[in-house]
């Protein structure tokens, strides 16, 4: 069985055994005999050799993120994080702005896949950090126990 691709660039961007009867004829003309093992996206080389495209590795998915109670919020948080956070809170308006909101009566659940979240996370985790509460080698693994949201 014959094999056509329309080439474009040295990239096969169609391929088929009967052009003329699958394409309007102005781009059937510009098919041109390839190898029965080319198919679309394959390239040609400067020698005129075919290659198929290198696998595209997706990348990794985001983890899945849970949503938790304002009580099990803090408690992802160790004891002596979450006292030094509340001894931080009257100095730093940050602290206090995202501790405020976790504590308001009207949530419900705190979305730990939300940016903004996260964000406080990050924040309150470098103030953790600067008062020697968290050593900085730490972050990164109190920072996924925490938005795992799983308690210990």
Known sequence: MANYARIVNGVAVDVSA???????PAIAAE???VPDTVRAG???????EWSAPSAVTPPAPAPD????GPTTFKILWSSPERLKL???RPSDPVIDDFFDIIE??????ID???SSTQDGIDYCLQQLITTGVVAEADMLTRREEILS????
Not at 104 to 109: G, H, L, V, W
Not at 149 to 152: A, E, P, Q
């Open 18 to 24: 009967t052009p003329e009867s699958d394409f309007h």
């Open 112 to 114: 730990l896949a939300l």
């Open 104 to 109: 308001d009566t009207r949530m419900e659940y």
């Open 65 to 68: 993120r849970p949503q938790v």
């Open 149 to 152: 949201g799983t308690m210990k």
């Open 86 to 88: 509340k001894e931080l």
């Open 42 to 48: 394959w390239k040609r080389n400067a020698q005129g």
């Open 31 to 33: 098919f041109q005999s």
